[in-house]
């Protein structure tokens, strides 16, 4: 029995390289880099080269960008604290039916709790948001449209540059300053450009533990000027919108491993789309009544997400566990419940196609000999569980 990793979009491996570089910020140089002393400013000046790394590859200023413990602060910080700030322009935010649940739960206080008014966008059929859809919803109220870079669960690449091309004309043609562009990066920062200037967004998130680097950190990049209300208080670090002592083994690390990935994107993309493509195609052929979900060519090169009908995701990960193979029925952040993916639904399938999805997210270690275990085993497995299964699936769902 083999051992297979493919859940990368979880969570992925800690690179070597970042290991080494985060060592040193374990042991010897220990210092709070708020302390006066000399052991202090030592790791602040690291602290501050590592912020220096990551704008370089951003194309944007050191101290346009703020470190976080994670994706889901950063997401949060960037809704919540620019809602609250700049409600006096507005009450009226964007956002999709796909993103993350850090983002969706965020806007869903702001609206039942802070009496924001919302609209959600909804995706066509494979996981696409129009820069037409933004267009048409946005108001002289709008003040915040947060759209994810690549989905989480079924790995659709959205035309975020377009979308904030648009944005950023509508707000000068409509002299709305106040009107900003977010979108959660968290799937990109491995695959896909985050060049800022050609993406024309205002604030973006990323998260370590996407980037083989260390859990526990994050960033949200804040464009110069932009003003936001803190949700923490306590403290003057990260110009006090994220106080408490800083992550510096975490913010080393990550610098490393964002460099690490940007250098590294384009060959690995490469290397990775034809292992997704021989996946999808080994298992459409072996195993009848299955879709693939998201866009068949505008997706992550990693990411294959697909129904199995008739049967439950949840048990067929079991089943696949104990063969060895690791997926996921959608995002981690939801593991525990057993809820079907909100994204699949949103796509506008039924429940029992959304019950059916498995996600297999492919990585650094990923093989070509991996992808034809999973060919091997599945099959057998869904055979299996469809024998116990009273479900029957319409065909019409099968494409």
Same mark, same amino acid.
């Given at each position: 029995?083999?051992?297979?990793?493919?859940? !990368?979009?979880?969570?992925?491996?800690?690179?070597?390289?970042v290991r080494e570089v985060m060592l040193p910020y374990l042991d010897d140089q220990f210092g709070n880099p708020s302390s006066f002393h000399t052991a202090g400013k030592r790791v602040k000046d690291d602290v501050e080269a590592a912020r220096a790394q990551i704008a370089e590859q951003l194309s944007v200023r050191p101290d346009e960008i703020l470190f976080t413990s994670g994706?889901?602060?950063?997401?949060?910080?960037?809704?919540?604290?620019?809602?609250?700030?700049?409600? &006096?322009?507005?009450?009226?935010?964007?956002?999709?039916?796909?993103?993350? !649940?850090?983002?969706?739960?965020?806007?869903? !206080?702001?609206?039942?709790?802070?009496?924001?008014?919302?609209?959600?966008?909804?995706? @066509?059929?494979?996981?696409?948001?129009?820069?037409?859809?933004?267009?048409?919803?946005?108001?002289?109220?709008?003040?915040?449209?947060?759209?994810?870079?690549?989905?989480?669960?079924?790995?659709?690449?959205?035309?975020?540059?377009?979308?904030?091309?648009?944005?950023?004309?509508?707000?000068?043609?409509?002299?709305?300053?106040?009107?900003?562009?977010?979108?959660?990066?968290?799937?990109?920062?491995?695959?896909?450009?985050?060049?800022?200037?050609?993406?024309?967004?205002?604030?973006?998130?990323?998260?370590? &533990?996407?980037?083989?680097?260390?859990?526990?950190?994050?960033?949200?990049?804040?464009?110069r000027g932009i003003k936001l209300q803190p949700l923490q208080f306590g403290g003057a670090q990260e110009r006090a919108l994220r106080p408490g002592t800083q992550n510096?083994?975490?913010?080393?690390?990550l610098a490393k491993a964002l460099?690490?990935?940007?250098? @590294?994107?384009?060959?690995?993309v490469e290397r990775l789309i034809p292992l997704r493509e021989a996946l999808i195609e080994g298992l459409q052929k072996a195993i009848t009544k299955t879709?693939?979900?998201?866009?068949?060519?505008?997706?992550?090169?990693? @990411?294959?997400?697909?129904?199995?009908?008739?049967?439950?995701?949840?048990?067929?990960?079991?089943?696949?566990? &104990?063969?060895?193979?690791?997926?996921?029925?959608?995002?981690?952040?939801?593991s525990a419940s057993l809820d079907p993916s909100h994204v699949i639904l949103a796509l506008g399938l039924p429940y029992e196609v959304a019950h059916g999805s498995l996600r297999f997210s492919l990585g650094r270690s990923t093989t070509q000999e991996d992808i034809e275990y999973v060919i091997e085993v599945l099959p057998a497995l869904v055979q299996k569980l469809r024998a116990l299964s009273p479900v029957n699936v319409d065909e019409k769902y099968f494409v």
């Open positions: 029995m083999k051992d297979v990793y493919l859940d !990368h979009a979880a969570t992925s491996p800690l690179d070597p390289r994706g889901t602060e950063s997401d949060n910080l960037g809704i919540l604290g620019y809602a609250r700030k700049n409600q &006096s322009a507005g009450k009226h935010l964007i956002t999709t039916k796909i993103e993350h !649940h850090a983002v969706l739960e965020a806007i869903l !206080h702001l609206e039942k709790k802070e009496g924001f008014e919302v609209t959600y966008l909804e995706p @066509n059929r494979e996981g696409l948001i129009t820069v037409a859809q933004v267009e048409a919803a946005l108001r002289e109220d709008t003040i915040l449209v947060s759209v994810m870079y690549a989905n989480n669960e079924i790995g659709t690449v959205l035309p975020i540059a377009e979308i904030g091309n648009m944005i950023q004309k509508w707000r000068q043609e409509h002299n709305r300053p106040a009107l900003r562009f977010h979108t959660d990066a968290c799937q990109a920062g491995e695959y896909l450009d985050l060049n800022i200037e050609r993406l024309h967004v205002d604030m973006l998130t990323l998260n370590g &533990s996407k980037l083989y680097g260390p859990k526990g950190i994050g960033l949200l990049y804040l464009k510096v083994p975490g913010i080393i690390g460099e690490i990935a940007q250098k @590294n994107r384009k060959a690995e879709r693939l979900n998201g866009h068949a060519t505008e997706r992550l090169p990693n @990411n294959v997400n697909m129904s199995f009908m008739d049967v439950e995701g949840e048990a067929l990960l079991l089943y696949l566990d &104990s063969q060895g193979v690791y997926a996921s029925t959608g995002s981690a952040c939801t």
